[in-house]
């Protein structure tokens, strides 16, 4: 018998070597934060068996993932280090600006319901010193904007009609402040002769976890799983266009949630491009590209290095006639989700965005190119450069004729 | 010019049964002084499973084991609360055991007195997930756990503070007669291979495997059998309170909790050399296979280390029964005034760490009798200082787990520990991850008489005995220590080599792949970033 419940989160095989720890970009910047190590598999040692420990040096950890990806033996570092999280929240309270930014849905359902209004007020200094002191907001960091026609307004689609059928997991971001993306993730498959459904969904969970709440995410991540495994059952591939939210169902999920059904939907989960370059590999692909003559930089989230499937938007992005893709090989962006907003973290994100500003301007290239929302915003903070989402600029591609 | 050196009672061997001897006899205003040719805790005491007996092991077949060993849980839980975790135990009955040895055994400890409750197997699953899921019987005991350097240490510590003497690293080398009496030990010092005299009346002989090679230094026959048990080390903690398997004692039964770990075992191999730790493969195997029975996931579950001691088991006549474990595990307090003609001179031996005090008290008792003292022993109701204190650490720079260290070990220590937190710029470092232990703690554990020595340390705070098994922190205890001026480079890098060699002596014989990759990592920084000599490759 498999012992899931007991060795899931093994620790077991850590060697002490560090890896993780060179690798965070959160210990990059400062040694105020323990390091994935201690607060990962050393913790979880340490406190097997015994009475918890609370260490509150753990809301500095961003759940990046880098630990996992580096680790030479497969530790779940950073499911060992969201367990501490979730501990930390259970024993001091989750801030009111923690449920906030953990619950990008409820934010987005009635900050895109007034729009203008929020955006506005994100916008003013007073209002934003405001957030600053009753919420613990930096005030200096720029928000996404919220979108009142947001995207579940725009697409309503159930179901679909097509041989090959996408279930597509929009993601907050992708509903609430860009909805811009999932209209060129529409536009992408009908060039594919792909019809696109839009099952029920709630926020993946991904920031949940991040700020320690992990009933809420499970419950999320549960509801999903449900919904989504209805459409896999029926034929549909599942595709989603932010890095985070394909990552949790093909990683979080399964030592979340633990169950058959979360492994089984895993097996069906594509990120955006990861599902064109499968189709390219069935010789299904549209490659009818119109030429654009763009350099353009593409910074690899985190989210997406975790899934250890290469970079799919760049095989994509250079089918295209005349795009010049470059990597920035750069490191964390340092906005981690919710981590860059909230006040006493603001100096470290800033600290840990540098590398990848340099790298921007480096390269010097006329836009960047990630597939995830919270890096936008700290790409926005930080550099000059327009940034879109790989799955617009093939959108803009196919309309290019 | 040997030096001299006078007491009323010298005790040979700085195990856990010396040092309560020592204790004992300072506590009764006896001068007294305790003799151990390495480091305290070098022998059996620091080789053992770390079990606080109920005495459920013993009620079926040895009554008087069991008696002892309950009431001297009880006593230690109130004398030495520092070194002991009241973790209580269960017994289990697995399938294909003898339900029979399960309606004995309830009787047994009903008669002797030790308290038993049946637990359903839902609740003891509950309690401990790793149980074989098919249990068919679980009874809970008070079972304990018992971190037997910290045991040791403290009480030798506790009788140094009341005025006892100490020598570590002193081998008595002879015993002199006279009369029939004896008159001296001699002793010589490991370091500089000095000799020392010391004119005694009375020699307590509480050498454990070495007693009988000790015995014939006094021209005493003794026969001793040294029953070997190996033991493995489980890289985490599996358990809250300790398992064990309810059925005739045998091989591989019980799983003890030991802070960070689990210590598994044992098994049962006479020998003939009482320094004999040697490890086998096979045999580990075995035993590994043998405990799934009762904990499964043993098998799959990473081991850190595996270590062996020998139980010194006395027989009065060379042909008793030497299968190891039918001999009694009671104590044997020889005097060999009656027994050989031999005034003043005492052997202890036998026993259990959990009986030790006892087995002190026995042996004080007699050799107070001969010295004519008439105080009587006060170690069943006076402490030895507690290790836990209430000394607020917040203030200063730590981790919360190192933090939750030094609350729960820092003991008599603490003055030492605060001054290094005070003085030292890297006391509130973590030195060695694994165990969690500090700069700070360190500096406060170094013993003050001897050259540095990394063993030392880590009997003193766990130092290198987790995950990595010094890989990372060996190195770094050692360059602090040159640096704060507590070793040359020369003690250091031998220091180095030793702990090392010690570390992978118990390493090696588990043979798994994870392990395997872990000395493979300690070799890459020792041998090549260190560029310290590989064993064995100098004579290649
Ligand atoms: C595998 C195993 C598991 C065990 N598990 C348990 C358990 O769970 N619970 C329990 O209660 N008991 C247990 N025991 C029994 C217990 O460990 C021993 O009974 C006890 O430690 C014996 O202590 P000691 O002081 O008599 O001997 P030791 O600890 O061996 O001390 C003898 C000392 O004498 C020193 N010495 C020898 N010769 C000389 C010399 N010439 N000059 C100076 N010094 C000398 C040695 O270096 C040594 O340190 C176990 C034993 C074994 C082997």
New interface residues.
């Given amino acids: 018998?498999h012992?899931q419940?007991?060795?899931d989160l093994d620790?077991?095989?850590?060697?002490?070597?560090n890896a993780c720890t060179v690798s965070c970009p959160v210990s990059n910047v400062t040694l105020d934060f323990?390091g994935p190590?201690?607060l990962g598999p050393?913790?979880a040692?340490?406190t097997?068996?015994?009475e918890p420990?609370?260490?509150?040096?753990i809301e500095l950890c961003t759940l990046c993932g880098t630990c996992d990806a580096v680790c030479p033996?497969g530790v779940p570092v950073s499911s060992l280090t969201a367990n501490v999280k979730a501990l930390h929240a259970e024993e001091n309270g989750t801030k009111f600006r923690d449920f906030v930014l953990s619950h990008a849905e409820y934010v987005g359902k009635i900050a895109s319901a007034f729009a203008p209004a929020t955006n506005l007020t994100m916008k003013i200094k007073p209002a934003r010193k405001v957030m600053q002191w009753v919420m613990g907001m930096h005030a200096d960091r720029q928000f996404p904007v919220y979108r009142f026609n947001n995207f579940k307004r725009r697409y309503t689609k159930k179901t679909a009609e097509t041989k090959r059928k996408v279930a597509y997991f929009t993601g907050c971001y992708a509903t609430y402040n860009q909805p811009d993306i999932g209209d060129a993730f529409v536009n992408v498959m009908k060039h594919n002769g792909i019809d696109v459904a839009v099952p029920k969904q709630k926020c993946c969970g991904v920031p949940m976890f991040a700020n320690g709440r992990m009933k809420e995410g499970k419950k999320n991540a549960a509801y999903n799983v449900d919904s989504l495994l209805a459409y896999v059952r029926d034929g549909y591939d599942v595709v989603v266009t932010c890095s985070s939210c394909s990552l949790s169902f093909k990683k979080e999920y399964l030592h979340y949630l633990n169950s058959a059904e979360a492994e089984e939907l895993a097996q069906h989960v594509y990120d955006a491009n990861e599902y064109l370059r499968f189709l390219k590999e069935k010789d299904e692909l549209n490659e009818d590209f119109g030429a654009i003559g763009q350099r353009a930089g593409y910074f690899s989230p985190c989210h997406m290095k975790g899934q250890g499937i290469g970079n799919p938007a760049m095989d994509m992005l250079e089918l295209i006639p005349g795009y010049e893709i470059r990597d920035l090989a750069a490191d964390c962006c340092g906005q981690c989700g919710t981590f860059g907003f909230k006040e006493e973290k603001y100096p470290y994100s800033m600290k840990m965005g540098e590398s990848m500003k340099e790298a921007v301007n480096e390269l010097d290239a006329e836009i960047t190119v990630t597939e995830c929302g919270m890096c936008k915003t700290q790409l926005d903070q930080l550099t000059e450069k327009k940034t879109m989402h790989p799955i617009e600029v093939l959108a803009k591609a196919y309309e290019t004729v | 010019m040997t030096a001299r050196f006078e007491t009323d009672v010298v005790i040979i061997g700085g195990g856990v049964t010396g040092a309560g001897v020592v204790r004992d006899l300072t506590l009764r205003g006896v001068r007294a002084i305790l003799v151990e040719q390495q480091d305290v805790v070098h022998g059996t005491s620091s080789r053992n499973h770390g079990l606080l007996h109920s005495g459920g092991r013993y009620a079926v077949r040895d009554e008087n084991a069991a008696i002892e060993s309950y009431r001297e849980n009880l006593i230690l839980k109130e004398t030495v609360p520092g070194s002991i975790e009241q973790t209580g135990g269960l017994f289990v009955k697995v399938p294909g055991d003898d339900d029979d040895y399960v309606r004995q055994w309830l009787k047994s400890c009903e008669k002797v007195g030790i308290p038993t409750e049946e637990v359903s197997v839902k609740q003891a699953l509950k309690e401990e997930?790793?149980l074989n899921?098919d249990a068919e019987a679980v009874f809970r005991v008070p079972d304990g756990a018992v971190d037997p350097f910290t045991l040791t240490a403290d009480v030798i510590a506790d009788a140094a503070d009341r005025g006892g003497g100490l020598l570590r690293y002193h081998e008595v080398t002879s015993i002199s007669r006279q009369n029939g009496q004896v008159e001296s030990v001699t002793v010589q010092d490991r370091f500089t291979g000095e000799l020392k005299q010391i004119e005694t009346s009375i020699v307590i002989n509480a050498a454990g495997p070495w007693a009988a090679h000790v015995a014939r230094m006094a021209d005493v026959p003794m026969e001793l059998i040294n029953n070997k048990g190996t033991l493995t080390v489980l890289?985490?903690?599996?358990?809250?309170q300790v398992i064990n398997r309810l059925r005739m004692p045998g091989d591989a039964d019980i799983f003890v909790?030991a802070h960070?770990v689990t210590i598994f075992g044992t098994t049962g191999v006479n020998v003939d050399r009482p320094d004999d730790t040697s490890l086998d493969r096979d045999e580990i195997r075995e035993m590994i296979q043998e405990g799934a029975a009762l904990v499964p996931?043993v098998e799959?579950?990473?081991m850190i280390r595996a270590f062996s001691g020998s139980r010194p088991l006395y027989q009065e006549k060379a042909d008793s029964d030497a299968s190891g474990r039918g001999v009694t595990r009671g104590m044997a307090l020889l005097d060999h005034e009656k027994r050989d003609g031999l005034g003043g001179f005492i052997t202890i031996s036998g026993g259990k760490l959990t009986t030790f005090r006892y087995m002190a008290e026995k042996t004080a008792d007699l050799a107070a009798e001969k010295l004519g003292v008439q105080a009587g022993c006060t170690t069943d109701r006076e402490p030895v200082p507690h290790r836990v204190t209430d000394r607020d650490f917040s203030k200063w720079d730590l981790?919360?787990?190192a933090q939750?260290k030094v609350q729960y070990w820092a003991g008599t220590n603490v003055e030492r520990l605060e001054k290094s937190l005070h003085e030292s710029v890297n006391a509130s470092e973590v030195i060695c991850?694994?165990e969690?232990v500090t700069w700070a703690e360190l500096e406060a554990a170094f013993p003050e008489d001897r050259p540095f020595h990394l063993g030392d340390l880590r009997r003193r705070t766990r130092l290198g005995m987790?995950?990595?098994q010094g890989?990372?922190c060996h190195q770094r205890a050692a360059a602090l220590a040159v640096e704060n001026g507590y070793a040359t480079n020369q003690e250091a890098e031998a220091a180095l080599v030793n702990a090392l060699e010690t570390r992978k002596k118990g390493m090696t014989p588990l043979g798994d792949e994870?392990t395997r990759?872990?000395t493979e990592?300690m070799d890459a920084i020792y041998c090549v970033s260190l560029g310290m000599q590989k064993e064995g490759e100098s004579n290649v």
Avoid: V, W
């Fill in positions: 018998m012992l419940g007991l060795n620790y077991n095989s850590c060697l002490k070597c323990g190590k201690h050393e913790l040692r340490l097997e068996q015994q420990i609370d260490d509150k040096r033996e | 997930p790793y899921r890289n985490q903690r599996i358990n809250r909790p960070n996931e799959n579950i990473r981790s919360p787990a939750k991850e694994c969690q987790g995950t990595c890989t990372f994870q990759r872990q990592m």
